[in-house]
């Protein structure tokens, strides 16, 4: 595809619900990032793969939340049970090779709002 | 541990004056250091990266960069700003050299520029 995509754009949960959150990479990047954005604030990192290994989830704020990529290529992150302080823009971002040499490319974001 | 520090949430130039954002790191092993820039509602974009080349690093749409290891900075500037220089900046510092396996990138918190007409 022309960059990373990510869906859905906007969602809605109510607090104690499940949510997925899509991302689709660019085709042929091995290494693909999740970031969570909060208002007013600088992405943090969440977890990072290498294919379909998860390599580091350092930034997993709490056992809720769960990232896959299972045949290496889309990635999906879960959070379960969501509170209101979920409340964020998750981006995705991929790189073509494993090294912090090569460009991250981010995603437009999932706005997810917990009311 | 790696931090990022950006001065100044706002920054508000005239059009055609120069732009000066500011971006303080702290690193343990020489970092590779990065400014992005984000639209609304869209995701980030690289403008420019140091990766331990030069130290003046020429980015996208006129924006540069100077690594200054004894002041521990990484500022970006551009000489003459443009209404459509109007976002918001992000710097971010990676440290390659770790053995972690993390290829993270760590952001400050951002600086909203406003280009005043």
């Known amino acids: 595809g022309a960059g990373v995509s990510q869906s859905p754009r906007y969602k809605v949960a109510k607090r104690g619900q499940d949510v997925a959150l899509r991302c689709d990479p660019i085709s042929g990047h091995v290494s693909l990032f999740w970031y969570q954005q909060a208002l007013g604030q600088g992405p943090e990192f969440l977890t990072y793969?290498?294919?379909?290994?998860?390599?580091?989830k350092s930034g997993l704020p709490s056992d809720r939340f769960f990232a896959e990529r299972p045949e290496g290529s889309v990635s999906t992150l879960k959070i379960q049970r969501t509170q209101q302080e979920d409340s964020a823009v998750y981006l995705c971002?991929?790189?073509?090779?494993?090294?912090?040499?090569?460009?991250?490319?981010f995603g437009p974001g999932t706005r997810l709002t917990v009311t | 541990a790696q931090s990022v520090t950006q001065l100044g949430s706002h920054v508000s130039v005239s059009e055609g004056a120069l732009v000066l954002l500011r971006c303080n790191y702290s690193s343990s092993v020489p970092p590779y250091l990065f400014w992005y820039v984000q639209y609304p509602n869209q995701g980030l974009q690289l403008l420019l990266k140091?990766?331990?080349?030069?130290?003046l690093v020429k980015g996208i749409n006129g924006f540069e960069a100077e690594f200054k290891k004894s002041e521990t900075s990484f500022h970006l500037t551009k000489p003459s700003a443009h209404m459509s220089d109007a976002a918001e900046y992000f710097c971010?510092?990676?440290?390659?050299?770790?053995?972690?396996?993390?290829?993270?990138?760590?952001f400050g918190s951002g600086t909203r520029l406003q280009v005043q007409p």
């Open positions: 140091y990766t331990s080349a030069a130290t």
């Open positions: 793969f290498q294919n379909e290994a998860q390599l580091d």
């Open positions: 971010a510092v990676s440290e390659e050299g770790m053995d972690t396996g993390r290829r993270a990138l760590t």
């Open positions: 971002a991929s790189s073509l090779g494993r090294g912090i040499i090569y460009e991250q490319y």
